[in-house]
């Protein structure tokens, strides 16, 4: 049996050969008929520029071949049709049909326009509020008049994004708004009653995040989870996708709500970052840029023998500029932020941005303490209950 396999293994070999070479079976036949060569351990010699390691020694190393960028608005990419014209009949009337509205769409937008315009320039004054409802009229026939191609869609979902065009900033939003990502801040904002032991309510408007250094290179944290005090002993990394295109301003604020307040048995804020003035709009920079910090970022430091504390990242909206003095270390513990809402006429409930995660005492907290508040560090627990037969515990049973 193992002389027929090897018998016919020999036979069909020319064959595969001839095959695998795209040879006629002319050609096989007088490769098959040719002798072997004198001496069977002498090797063919290997082709000009081909890897002699390569082609006698060990499998076959498949070469690496250079990744493509990923796509963003600095390495954008086309769009490419899915389907060449006349493959699908459907799907190119589709096409035209999305473009005959279009069309109609820019007609009603051009004539609105106009009529705004001759609005304008009325003598006797112009009405302000009727004016605005006509431009955002305006806006919204020209979102309609492209939402639904497909290269507009294709470009939002590839993060190229086009934040100064009025229909992209509405995909991007809608995006934001019915994928989770508000959903899950929400989520953790109430389990964990950020509203209302910091704020009394809060409807954000913008998408705030943070990265903190996790394992050497930031990473996006997401909102609730707990951080280390190594990994937040650097300021964080904040990043932000606003969606309305004219400047507003905002401020900064970081607390932790969760410090014991021993004389009052209780808990006050402390605040670890403060920044207030910043101005954003749809096409500033995701990454916020703050050059001089207002009230510098100081660490987590969580005491020992605390639970868990909130560390909540505000973005408040404000509706002029304000002037806050800066706060010193004393200054920081004990701050009120709703009175700090009140006198600068902050609302979150019209806007803004949140995120929060959490931070347990670690070792890393020990040295915060020691090379950045120079004191030594707090300690805290539960009284311990008293025993009245703690003295006789110790002395011996027997003697």
Known sequence: MLALRRCSRRSLAPLVRGNATLQSANQSADASAAPPPKNATEESPTPAGADESSSTKGPYIR??????????PQNPREWNRPLAYGVLPAFDEALKFLKADSAALKEQAKVLEARIEDMKKQEGGVDADA??????????LEVQSEINFPEVRWKVANGMADMSRAVERRLVERRWLKEGALDLLMERIHQMSVVPDVLPDLHPSVDLRLTYPVEGYHKHVEPG?????EQTRDAPKVFTTVF???ERLYTLLMVDPDVPDEANATFQNYVHWLQPNISLNATSSPLLSISEAHTPYVPPHPPKGTRYHRYTTMLLPQKSRIDVP????????????????????LDPSTGGGA?????????????????????????????????????????????
Do not use: C
């Open 131 to 140: 004016v605005r409802q006509l431009e955002r009229e305006l806006e919204e």
């Open 326 to 345: 800066k706060l010193t270390n004393e200054t920081r513990l004990g701050f009120n932020v709703r009175e700090f809402l009140q006198k600068y006429d």
């Open 225 to 229: 989870v707990y951080l280390t005090a």
């Open 63 to 72: 070469p690496a071949y250079p990744r493509r960028p990923r796509l963003s």
């Open 244 to 246: 309305h295109p004219e």
């Open 355 to 399: 995120h929060l995660f959490r931070e347990v005492w670690s070792e890393g907290v020990s040295s915060i303490y020691k090379d950045i508040f120079g004191i030594a560090e707090p300690k805290y627990g539960f009284v311990p209950k008293y025993d009245p037969y703690a003295e006789l515990k110790q002395r011996k049973r027997y003697v």
